[in-house]
Structures are given as C-alpha cells and as structure tokens.
C-alpha cells in the first residue's frame, strides 16, 4: 500500500512563501494558499527575481513588470494581497549569503510561523532537472528559516530594526518528490486555476493550447494524483520539515 500523507497543521496564523519567480507558486500550491485564507490566515509572497528572463520575445526591462502585475494578481485570485520582490536577476540566483540574508530578513519583518518554498533539489522526481534558481531559493529558504532566529547571524538586520524571529514552527516544501503531508484542494482548486491563469502572457508563450485548458488540465491531473495518498481528495502534497 501507497503510505498516506498527513494533514498539514493548522494551528497556525501568519506564513510567508517564498520562490524564485512569478508563477511558481501557481503551479505549486495556489489551491492551498485558497483554503488557507479563507480560514482567516496571513499569507505574503515573496519572490526572488519578477521573472523578467521568462519571455524570450520580450526584453527583461519590458517583461519585468508585466509579469509583476501578472503576479500581483495572480495572488489576488487566492487572497493574497502583500507581494513583495528581492529583485535578484532572474536565471542566475546564486545560493550564498547575501540570498540568505535576503530572505532572513524578511522572515523576521514577517514573523511567520510557517514558511513556504519550491522543491530545491536536483530533479524533479529524478525525471527532469530542476533549474538552478528553484535549487538556490528553496536551500537558502530552508537555511533562511534558522537565521532568522540567531541574533549573531546578520546582527545588522538588527541594527536595521528587525529583530530576531525564532517562531518559525515549519518549512513546507511543495514540488517535494518525497512528500509527507497535502492540503485538501477542493475548495481551492478552481481559485487556484484562475490564479495560474493570470499569468497568461507567460501561458501563451508556453503553450499553444487554449490557456485556460491547460491551466485546469494541469493543476487537476496533478491533484488527482496526490488524491491517491490523501484518502481520495484532491490535494496539495508538500514536505514538510518541522524546527
């Protein structure tokens, strides 16, 4: 037998997600991030690059913010309304520790107590390689969860008025290959199709098939499949790692 996932916790109010570009999040959890706001909870995007080496037929000044605004209500659609960007350049994140100071910092101007990020391992599923942005955001998120809490890692975000936060309960990591814990999709996943969907100009490039029928054909397929694990409801799996 399939070992079932778990439920994630749900006694928790504020979580910040944190990825490397616009849509990774849509792709990854949106139908999650649903639920959870309409419980009442406090969800910030924080993105590493405003995705502007996406398009290859627009030019990074051009593309940059059309896809801010794509993101910014892409994450309307789930009730999302803070989205804040580190403007690192798209394609070319590097792991190390001005990323991880980035990303400390916001965790102690957030106080979250669960952060979420994107699979930041070599492959997805040890079937396709996972880019080199998605591996250095999703490490340094993890990293980034500790530091925020020890004063003696950038005492100058404290000189800088953020103190130290040592609340985050969990880091939970979506598009895990290796997943422990979902999140019942129902009552997010056609907010969650529509929060894909904004982002369209990157859809259109994408695919040649009507966007919103891939938006819903994929977001559902991969639903259905983690369903197999969470007692038959479509779910959103992640992987969790408790602190």
Not at 50 to 62: F, H, K, S, V
Not at 85 to 93: E, K, Q, Y
Not at 116 to 127: A, E, F, K
Not at 204 to 229: G, I, S
Request: proline share 6%; with cysteine.
């Amino acid at each position: 037998m399939t070992e079932q996932l778990k439920p994630m916790p749900e006694d928790w109010r504020r979580a910040l997600a944190v990825v490397a570009h616009p849509d990774d999040l849509e792709y990854g959890c949106a139908a999650a991030v649903a639920g959870w706001t309409d419980g009442g909870r406090d969800i910030t995007y924080l993105l590493a690059t405003r995705g502007e080496a996406g398009i290859d037929t627009l030019e990074p000044e051009e593309c940059a913010p059309l896809r801010e605004r794509e993101q910014r209500a892409s994450a309307a659609a789930v009730g999302v309304s803070r989205v804040e960007f580190l403007d690192h350049r798209d394609g070319v994140i590097e792991y190390g520790v001005p990323l991880r100071r980035d990303i400390a910092a916001a965790i102690r101007r957030h106080r979250p107590e669960l952060v979420i990020t994107l699979n930041h391992r070599d492959t997805w599923g040890s079937v396709a390689w996972n880019t080199p942005d998605h591996r250095a955001v999703g490490r340094a998120t993890l990293d980034a969860a500790a530091d925020a809490g020890n004063r003696w890692i950038f005492p100058e975000l404290t000189e800088e008025g953020l103190e130290p936060w040592d609340g985050v309960r969990w880091v939970a990591v979506a598009g895990s290959s290796t997943p422990t814990h979902a999140v019942d999709a129902t009552a997010g996943l056609e907010r969650s199709v529509q929060s894909l969907l904004a982002h369209r100009t990157y859809i259109e490039v994408l695919t040649d098939e009507d966007p919103e029928t891939y938006c819903r054909t994929f977001l559902t397929a991969n639903a259905e499949v983690a369903a197999e694990r969470f007692g038959g409801r479509p779910a959103i799996p992640f992987e969790l790692f408790g602190r």
